[in-house]
């Protein structure tokens, strides 16, 4: 086979790694070398964030070259943002865990064995759990494939019940609104819809691949897309921005339906054939009129007016996104309630399953793999998911409430996989003290973060390039990471191989008698598709089922009991096509679309969200300002900070400062670049640099996320700096949902 | 006529490591690996019309992700630092009358192109499909391409194995192309705002969608089909080109 310029420039490149051992001036001896090598393209999944793009790695004499996205994949399309490209820099990055390591003193530690460190761990665990009972202990994670199947194993088998996820920082909110009203937070169809509003979501910055390429798609086919958002963000500027006083969204949604109560442009066949409770929404809605809203928001009602006029024409084409954080997920005390009322507006629209409306896709359902499993515990929870906080998630609990109850001494043991809580929930000081408390804190990770140094051992797992995990149901597709390099450093074992091991110490083997690659086969065994056939393509097509699919997707885990549906579902409809019959059966507990919530009732909450300001009130003193963070479509979280090609970009346009409205600067004496000082009501301090700009609303101060790491062990990171809202906001707690109020941070601000 | 590019010079130079293996390396010496016969020989393809291709970058779909620059450094494996892929940012109005712009700077591919002219020692030429390469190990890093391009998108750098000034910018990916391949900023744009294909289809495109942002944006404008004789990088612009710092 000839050997093309491409080819020749992958072999070429690939042998720089082995100069050493060939002899720099031996030039033929090279050239053989490289003309023997093979570039190999090799399918597996990103793991910059949570979307998991299918891709190929360009691999040549074992080192990745770059990434392309895999064609088949639903959520890359061929495609890839910029983290997935950094990967390559993330798996070689310095602050890699290389080996078992047992701490030593403060963010020090020593390299030591995995049997020593396995068998420490299993006699400390075995004690706690002696001493104190399974409710002093706790598992979280970052819930990703093969997570979801080996951490709460591992914790159920041990008798542990509180297995949590990030969501408190996520969407939190927004899932127990969705569930609650139209059966899960469904995506909206957004490539083939007419009519899109936003709310607070930014697409083209807060990346899954697949998405920003839908919503580009559509803002190029000329439908009306709207950004609702006290910023104008990347993805506003593209579209319509329709700037909002933060934390006033709720205000806005129950405006909008006010309209189409009022002026008869709601679905009436769906209104009276698919929901509940409209009659006492309508009643409750007739007080929120646009001109009450303007007062609020500072919308004009004549807009809102617009708004609402313009998706009932496009209905049922039309959606509200169902947003994912920002307004509707876990930032102001008003967050679930504002999902609730976005689930309205599409409720009156009744676009629920149409092209163009809220998506209700057909999905893949994986077999159910038949060992041994351990009995779901009846150990109390330690976070107050379903007690303290009735409508909380079991699924995904509220690590910051169990770090309250460490500091108490009523949580002992904490066994945290592939997620970094102390730096990703407020407060700071609050999660990392919980985490001091621990008389035992195993984490199991690829790099030094900032929970990974506060734990007694830190078990080393291998990259995502170099490790194989549990087969995904992703779309119409089965996917899967696949190993295409070998270990780089080759003390590292993947989760399933710790979660084994750990298992056979601690007594509870007898659940994990099976293999990856069983457990994979087992989960494949109804689909015409062979293990080894998809751990060489990487994604393919699978035999999708008539039957509704929960939607997966940040912070799913398993659907909790009283998620699903109660009959079963007469038929099945996907958003494609010309208008559709209603989709006859949603996830809620009647199959129906609930305007009127028994389950918010009976937990002491509005059966009909109602507005309530955020719990820091909407009046600043005039030198205050709220704290809302988002993301910037090259860094992922606190995670990619270290990256150098990414920290580099952050360099190059100086985007870690905070954004200030320019009036407001000028007023307070603040120019660009300047450094100011902010004071949190709780008289926490940090300082910041300030960008001064147009583009954002008076009142707000815009901290790009992410930004400031703690660690010790990301250099580069320390070359950045910059703020991060978590080390000053307070520690809380949202009723409804326990989400963690994020962007519930007010600050005083004056110049440094 | 040998051209390496600047990914293949540091593959070259970094396994070699030293000064002579360098310039052996650099030179149609013997010592140079076979792999670069091909390399020097399109021959070995069926002769075809050569076809006058484009990169569409339609700026009013750009979200500034900077994908296009990622994938445009892993590529052409540049340094950390460098980049061939920058963007000019331009905000008018005040809150809440706010718009926002981005362009896309990088090489234009001008058809007429000075920096072409200018370089002292060759380094700069134009390939079939009408975009400007360069022979990285040719380049001295003199800054004379810089002193005329009307863009000002050439950056003068220290290549950083060799310590050689070099000059840096955007290739068309040379190397991807040559096989009917697509540029690395095209793949990978997740809003579809980069675009290649040949130069009459491309300019269409360009046209039909300013036709359509007229209804919002009066001033929007289709960049590249005259300026510098027709460029290879055309862009969609929202508002007038004196707007942006880079553009003429």
Same mark, same amino acid.
């Given at each position: 086979?000839?050997?093309?310029?491409?080819?020749?420039?992958?072999?070429?490149?690939?042998?720089?790694?082995?100069?050493?051992?060939?002899?720099?001036?031996?030039?033929?001896?090279?050239?053989?070398?490289?003309?023997?090598?093979?570039?190999?393209?090799?399918?597996?999944?990103?793991?910059?964030?949570?979307?998991?793009?299918?891709?190929?790695?360009?691999?040549?004499?074992?080192?990745?070259?770059?990434?392309?996205?895999?064609?088949?994949?639903?959520?890359?399309?061929?495609?890839?943002?910029?983290?997935?490209?950094?990967?390559?820099?993330?798996?070689?990055?310095?602050?890699?865990?290389?080996?078992?390591?047992?701490?030593?003193?403060?963010?020090?530690?020593?390299?030591?064995?995995?049997?020593?460190?396995?068998?420490?761990?299993?006699?400390?665990?075995?004690?706690?759990?002696?001493?104190?009972?399974?409710?002093?202990?706790?598992?979280?994670?970052?819930?990703?494939? +093969?997570?979801?199947?080996?951490?709460?194993?591992?914790?159920?088998?041990?008798?542990?019940?509180?297995?949590?996820?990030?969501?408190?920082?996520?969407?939190?909110?927004?899932?127990?609104?969705?569930?609650?009203?139209?059966?899960?937070?469904?995506?909206?169809?957004?490539?083939?819809?007419?009519?899109?509003?936003?709310?607070?979501?930014?697409?083209?910055?807060?990346?899954?691949?697949?998405?920003?390429?839908?919503?580009?798609?559509?803002?190029?086919?000329?439908?009306?897309?709207?950004?609702?958002?006290?910023?104008?963000?990347?993805?506003?500027?593209?579209?319509?921005?329709?700037?909002?006083?933060?934390?006033?969204?709720?205000?806005?949604?129950?405006?909008?339906?006010?309209?189409?109560?009022?002026?008869?442009?709601?679905?009436?066949?769906?209104?009276?054939?698919?929901?509940?409770?409209?009659?006492?929404?309508?009643?409750?809605?007739?007080?929120?009129?646009?001109?009450?809203?303007?007062?609020?928001?500072?919308? /004009?009602?004549?807009?809102?007016?617009?708004?609402?006029?313009?998706?009932?024409?496009?209905?049922?084409?039309?959606?509200?996104?169902?947003?994912?954080?920002?307004?509707?997920?876990?930032?102001?005390?008003?967050?679930?309630?504002?999902?609730?009322?976005?689930?309205?507006?599409?409720?009156?629209?009744?676009?629920?399953?149409?092209?163009?409306?809220?998506?209700?896709?057909?999905?893949?359902?994986?077999?159910?793999?038949?060992?041994?499993?351990?009995?779901?515990?009846?150990?109390?929870?330690?976070?107050?998911?379903?007690?303290?906080?009735?409508?909380?998630?079991?699924?995904?609990?509220?690590?910051?409430?169990?770090?309250?109850?460490?500091?108490?001494?009523?949580?002992?043991?904490?066994?945290?996989?592939?997620?970094?809580?102390?730096?990703?929930?407020?407060?700071?000081?609050?999660?990392?003290?919980?985490?001091?408390?621990?008389?035992?804190?195993?984490?199991?990770?690829?790099?030094?973060?900032?929970?990974?140094?506060?734990?007694?051992?830190?078990? /080393?797992?291998?990259?995502?390039?170099?490790?194989?995990?549990?087969?995904?149901?992703?779309?119409?597709?089965?996917?899967?990471?696949?190993?295409?390099?070998?270990?780089?450093?080759?003390?590292?074992?993947?989760?399933?191989?710790?979660?084994?091991?750990?298992?056979?110490?601690?007594?509870?083997?007898?659940?994990?008698?099976?293999?990856?690659?069983?457990?994979?086969?087992?989960?494949?065994?109804?689909?015409?598709?062979?293990?080894?056939?998809?751990?060489?393509?990487?994604?393919?097509?699978?035999?999708?089922?008539?039957?509704?699919?929960?939607?997966?997707?940040?912070?799913?885990?398993?659907?909790?009991?009283?998620?699903?549906?109660?009959?079963?579902?007469?038929?099945?409809?996907?958003?494609?096509?010309?208008?559709?019959?209603?989709?006859?059966?949603?996830?809620?507990?009647?199959?129906?679309?609930?305007?009127?919530?028994?389950?918010?009732?009976?937990?002491?909450?509005?059966?009909?969200?109602?507005?309530?300001?955020?719990?820091?009130?909407?009046?600043?003193?005039?030198?205050?300002?709220?704290?809302?963070?988002?993301?910037?479509?090259?860094?992922?979280?606190?995670?990619?900070?270290?990256?150098?090609?990414?920290?580099?970009? +952050?360099?190059?346009?100086?985007?870690?400062?905070?954004?200030?409205?320019?009036?407001?600067?000028?007023?307070?004496?603040?120019?660009?670049?300047?450094?100011?000082?902010?004071?949190?009501?709780?008289?926490?301090?940090?300082?910041?640099?300030?960008?001064?700009?147009?583009?954002?609303?008076?009142?707000?101060?815009?901290? /790009?996320?992410?930004?400031?790491?703690?660690?010790?062990?990301?250099?580069?990171?320390?070359?950045?700096?910059?703020?991060?809202?978590?080390?000053?906001?307070?520690?809380?707690?949202?009723?409804?949902?326990?989400?963690?109020?994020?962007?519930?941070?007010?600050?005083?601000?004056?110049?440094? | 006529?040998?051209?390496?590019? #600047? @990914?293949?010079?540091?593959?070259?130079?970094?396994?070699?490591?030293?000064?002579?293996?360098?310039?052996?390396?650099?030179?149609?010496?013997?010592?140079?690996?076979?792999?670069?016969?091909?390399?020097?020989?399109?021959?070995?393809?069926?002769?075809?019309?050569?076809? #006058?291709?484009?990169?569409?970058?339609?700026?009013?779909?750009?979200?500034?992700?900077?994908?296009? @620059?990622?994938?445009?450094?892993?590529?052409?494996?540049?340094?950390?630092?460098?980049?061939?892929?920058?963007?000019?940012?331009?905000?008018?109005?005040?809150?809440?009358?706010? #718009?926002?712009?981005?362009?896309?700077?990088?090489?234009?591919?001008?058809?007429?192109?000075?920096?072409?002219?200018?370089?002292?020692?060759?380094?700069?030429?134009?390939?079939?499909?009408?975009?400007?390469?360069?022979?990285?190990?040719?380049?001295?890093?003199?800054?004379?391409?810089?002193?005329?391009?009307?863009?000002?998108?050439?950056?003068?750098?220290?290549?950083?194995?060799?310590?050689?000034?070099?000059?840096?910018?955007?290739?068309?990916?040379?190397?991807?192309?040559?096989?009917?391949?697509?540029?690395?900023?095209?793949?990978?744009?997740?809003?579809?705002?980069?675009?290649?294909?040949?130069?009459?289809?491309?300019?269409?495109?360009?046209?039909?969608?300013?036709?359509?942002? #007229?209804?919002?944006?009066?001033?929007?404008?289709?960049?590249?089909?005259?300026?510098?004789?027709?460029?290879?990088?055309?862009?969609?612009?929202?508002?007038?080109?004196?707007?942006?710092?880079?553009?003429?």
């Amino acid at each position: 086979m000839g050997m093309d310029r491409r080819t020749f420039f992958k072999r070429t490149a690939g042998v720089a790694i082995a100069a050493g051992a060939i002899g720099a001036l031996d030039m033929k001896a090279w050239a053989q070398t490289v003309k023997d090598a093979p570039v190999d393209k090799r399918p597996s999944l990103c793991n910059m964030c949570t979307s998991e793009c299918g891709m190929h790695i360009h691999v040549k004499n074992g080192r990745p070259w770059k990434v392309t996205g895999h064609p088949d994949h639903p959520v890359s399309n061929g495609k890839l943002c910029p983290r997935a490209h950094a990967g390559l820099h993330w798996i070689y990055d310095p602050a890699r865990v290389k080996t078992p390591l047992k701490r030593v003193g403060e963010w020090e530690f020593e390299e030591i064995s995995w049997e020593q460190a396995t068998d420490e761990i299993a006699e400390k665990m075995r004690e706690i759990i002696d001493e104190h009972g399974t409710e002093a202990v706790f598992g979280a994670q970052y819930p990703r494939a +093969t997570g979801n199947v080996y951490l709460p194993r591992l914790m159920h088998a041990l008798g542990v019940s509180t297995v949590q996820t990030h969501e408190a920082t996520c969407q939190a909110g927004r899932r127990i609104a969705m569930s609650e009203t139209m059966g899960a937070a469904f995506d909206a169809d957004w490539a083939n819809s007419d009519y899109l509003l936003f709310i607070g979501r930014n697409m083209g910055e807060a990346v899954r691949t697949g998405t920003a390429t839908a919503f580009a798609k559509a803002v190029e086919r000329g439908a009306k897309v709207v950004c609702v958002d006290p910023r104008l963000s990347q993805s506003a500027a593209i579209t319509e921005w329709v700037p909002i006083k933060p934390g006033t969204d709720l205000a806005l949604l129950l405006a909008i339906s006010n309209v189409l109560v009022t002026e008869n442009l709601f679905d009436r066949n769906y209104i009276s054939n698919h929901t509940n409770g409209f009659v006492p929404f309508r009643r409750h809605i007739a007080e929120y009129t646009p001109e009450w809203a303007e007062e609020i928001t500072e919308i /004009p009602a004549a807009k809102i007016r617009e708004i609402a006029q313009d998706l009932a024409a496009a209905a049922p084409h039309c959606a509200v996104d169902t947003g994912w954080k920002a307004a509707v997920g876990s930032c102001y005390a008003n967050s679930t309630d504002t999902a609730r009322a976005v689930a309205y507006v599409n409720g009156l629209l009744g676009n629920i399953g149409q092209r163009g409306g809220i998506s209700v896709p057909p999905g893949v359902i994986l077999g159910t793999p038949q060992f041994a499993t351990p009995d779901t515990p009846d150990a109390p929870r330690n976070d107050g998911a379903g007690t303290d906080f009735p409508l909380a998630s079991p699924a995904s609990g509220l690590p910051h409430v169990t770090m309250e109850r460490a500091q108490e001494g009523r949580v002992k043991a904490g066994f945290i996989r592939h997620f970094n809580p102390v730096r990703s929930f407020p407060n700071y000081d609050h999660m990392r003290a919980g985490m001091q408390a621990l008389d035992l804190l195993v984490v199991c990770e690829t790099h030094m973060s900032e929970t990974a140094i506060e734990a007694h051992y830190i078990l /080393p797992e291998p990259s995502f390039a170099e490790r194989e995990e549990v087969v995904n149901a992703v779309g119409p597709t089965v996917a899967m990471r696949t190993k295409t390099i070998e270990k780089v450093h080759p003390d590292t074992k993947s989760f399933d191989e710790i979660a084994t091991l750990l298992a056979e110490k601690l007594g509870v083997g007898e659940y994990f008698a099976f293999t990856l690659d069983d457990w994979n086969e087992a989960l494949l065994a109804e689909q015409p598709i062979t293990l080894a056939e998809l751990k060489q393509s990487g994604t393919l097509a699978a035999e999708v089922s008539d039957e509704p699919v929960l939607p997966a997707g940040c912070g799913t885990l398993v659907p909790p009991a009283e998620q699903a549906p109660k009959t079963k579902p007469r038929a099945f409809l996907a958003s494609t096509g010309g208008d559709l019959e209603p989709v006859p059966q949603l996830f809620t507990r009647s199959g129906r679309f609930e305007f009127y919530s028994r389950e918010f009732e009976q937990a002491g909450f509005d059966p009909i969200a109602s507005w309530y300001e955020p719990k820091t009130g909407l009046e600043l003193a005039a030198n205050e300002f709220r704290v809302v963070h988002g993301k910037q479509a090259y860094h992922s979280h606190a995670a990619t900070n270290n990256i150098k090609i990414l920290a580099q970009i +952050t360099k190059d346009y100086d985007s870690n400062r905070v954004w200030m409205n320019a009036s407001r600067a000028a007023e307070l004496g603040v120019g660009e670049n300047d450094t100011i000082r902010v004071r949190a009501r709780n008289g926490r301090t940090a300082e910041a640099r300030v960008k001064v700009t147009e583009r954002i609303h008076p009142d707000m101060l815009f901290a /790009p996320a992410g930004y400031g790491n703690r660690t010790p062990y990301y250099e580069v990171s320390k070359e950045l700096g910059g703020f991060n809202p978590h080390d000053i906001a307070e520690y809380q707690k949202e009723p409804i949902s326990g989400h963690t109020m994020m962007s519930e941070l007010i600050v005083e601000v004056e110049p440094a | 006529m040998s051209s390496i590019t #600047r @990914r293949e010079f540091i593959k070259l130079s970094s396994v070699a490591g030293a000064a002579t293996a360098f310039a052996a390396a650099c030179a149609s010496a013997p010592e140079a690996p076979p792999e670069q016969a091909p390399v020097a020989e399109p021959s070995e393809k069926e002769p075809k019309e050569p076809v #006058r291709m484009a990169l569409l970058m339609d700026n009013s779909l750009c979200v500034n992700c900077q994908s296009c @620059r990622l994938a445009c450094q892993n590529e052409n494996n540049l340094p950390v630092s460098e980049k061939y892929i920058r963007f000019d940012y331009v905000d008018s109005g005040s809150f809440p009358s706010v #718009r926002h712009h981005v362009n896309r700077h990088s090489c234009q591919h001008c058809s007429t192109a000075p920096c072409v002219d200018i370089c002292p020692v060759d380094a700069l030429y134009k390939g079939e499909e009408g975009f400007t390469h360069m022979e990285f190990e040719t380049c001295i890093g003199c800054g004379a391409c810089l002193s005329v391009c009307p863009f000002e998108v050439p950056v003068i750098s220290q290549e950083p194995e060799s310590g050689a000034p070099k000059m840096y910018k955007c290739n068309a990916c040379k190397h991807l192309i040559v096989d009917g391949g697509v540029p690395a900023c095209a793949t990978t744009c997740i809003t579809n705002a980069v675009d290649y294909g040949p130069w009459d289809e491309m300019l269409k495109k360009a046209e039909d969608r300013v036709a359509v942002l #007229r209804q919002q944006y009066r001033d929007a404008t289709v960049y590249g089909e005259t300026q510098q004789d027709g460029l290879g990088l055309i862009l969609v612009l929202r508002t007038p080109p004196e707007d942006y710092p880079h553009l003429v």
